[in-house]
């Protein structure tokens, strides 16, 4: 068994509210959820309108397929998000396997 944990902060520079911002927010984690089969929630500067921190968390069977399911996520966001600009990405797969 493998966790996966994925924090990444965007830039909503079209964002003029935190009505809007959460809008955004709302609306790419249910595609994340939908699409990945993950967990999804806002983890961070919640007030501010104009930047958002997402964090995902997987559970799967290989660090492999950790570390891809991952890096597929931020290739999603970043290829289907045009409004959002991805500013930071961290990621950390915790496994009790051998990296098969």
Known sequence: MNAGILRFTLRLPDSGS?????????????????????????????????????????????????EEMLDEIVSFVRESRLDAEVVDVESDVIGMDDRE
């Open 18 to 66: 935190l009505k809007d911002k959460r809008q955004v927010v709302r609306s790419l984690s249910q595609r994340i959820r939908n699409k990945f089969q993950v967990s999804v929630a806002e983890v961070g500067d919640n007030d501010l309108w104009q930047i958002a921190t997402i964090g995902v968390a997987c559970v799967t069977n290989t660090h492999r397929h950790c």
